[in-house]
Each structure stands twice: as C-alpha cells, then as structure tokens.
C-alpha cells in the first residue's frame, strides 16, 4: 500500500467512502446546495472517477465521460471564493473523519496532499466575485 501514486496509497474503498461523506457535507451546506442538483448520486459517480484519475489511477472519468474540461463545466454554476472555501471546508470535514473500516482510513499525509492538490484546482474554479454583504 506504499505504491507511488497517491491513488495507490488511498485506494478504491477509502476513496469511495471519503466521496461519500464529501458529498453528505455538501447536500448539508447552505451555500453549496442552491448550486447542486437535489440527487448527488450522478455527481458523486463522476467525482469519484474523476479523482481516481486525477490521483494516479484509471483514467476513468476520461473513458466514460470524456475530457473533463473542469473550469468549462463549472462555468453555468456560480462559484464565488465563499463557495470555493465552502467545497474544500466540505473536504476538510470528509477527510478528518475517522471511518470506522480500517481499510477505508487515509494516512495524516496522503490526506494533507489530496487537501492541497484539491485546494489549487478549487481555486482555478471561481468564476464568480463574492456578494456584498
Ligand atoms: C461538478 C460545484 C470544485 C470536480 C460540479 C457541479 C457543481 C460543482 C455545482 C455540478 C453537479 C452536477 O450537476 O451533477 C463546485 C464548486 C467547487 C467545485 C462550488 C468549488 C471550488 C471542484 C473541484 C473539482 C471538481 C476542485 C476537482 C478536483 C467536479 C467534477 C464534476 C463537478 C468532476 C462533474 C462534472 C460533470 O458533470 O461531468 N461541481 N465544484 N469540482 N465538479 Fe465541481
């Protein structure tokens, strides 16, 4: 379980289950849910494709779906710094918790290297200004 990648070091389960509990945080989050659909099912089947690629793994979000063309796709959806803070603040939450399965835990580190790996594409994300309070 020391393999190169950072795919390798979390594997399939732990990462299925932290997409999961992303996702729980975010249908709780009242910032994120007016810019997410009701049923997260969809977007947590193609998230997790796709950070199984981003991290090393099988390009499966390219196979089923295509170029993922992320900062395009994100475009109809306004995502202002507060929402980007909000999204990794979700993560945040996901990766700290601690799951009950040994198999589905992640290493201190590999946790701290998926934060800041998803930290600079979340910035590159914000195509919207914060709304004046
Ligand atoms: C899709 C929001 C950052 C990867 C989406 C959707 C929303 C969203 C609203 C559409 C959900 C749907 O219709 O099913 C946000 C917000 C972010 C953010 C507010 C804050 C910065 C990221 C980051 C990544 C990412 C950092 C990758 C590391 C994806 C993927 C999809 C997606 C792969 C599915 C695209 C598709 O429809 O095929 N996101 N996102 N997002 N997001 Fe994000």
């Excluded at 992320?70 to 996901?94: D, G, K, S």
């Amino acid at each position: 379980n020391a393999g190169g990648s950072l795919y390798d070091r979390i594997g399939p389960d732990a990462l299925s289950a932290l997409v999961t509990r992303f996702y729980s945080y975010v249908a709780q989050e009242p910032l994120l849910t007016p810019i997410f659909p009701d049923d997260l099912t969809l977007t947590a089947e193609k998230q997790l494709a796709f950070l199984t690629g981003f991290l090393g793994g099988p390009p499966l979000y390219h196979e089923r779906y295509g170029h993922p063309r992320l900062r395009a796709r994100h475009l109809p959806f306004e995502i202002t710094p507060a929402r980007a803070r909000a999204w990794l603040a979700c993560m945040n939450a996901a990766l700290r918790d601690t799951p009950p399965i040994g198999a589905e835990q992640i290493s201190v580190d590999d946790a701290r290297e998926l934060y800041a790996a998803l930290s600079r594409v979340a910035v590159h994300m914000v195509n919207a200004e914060d709304h004046p309070a």
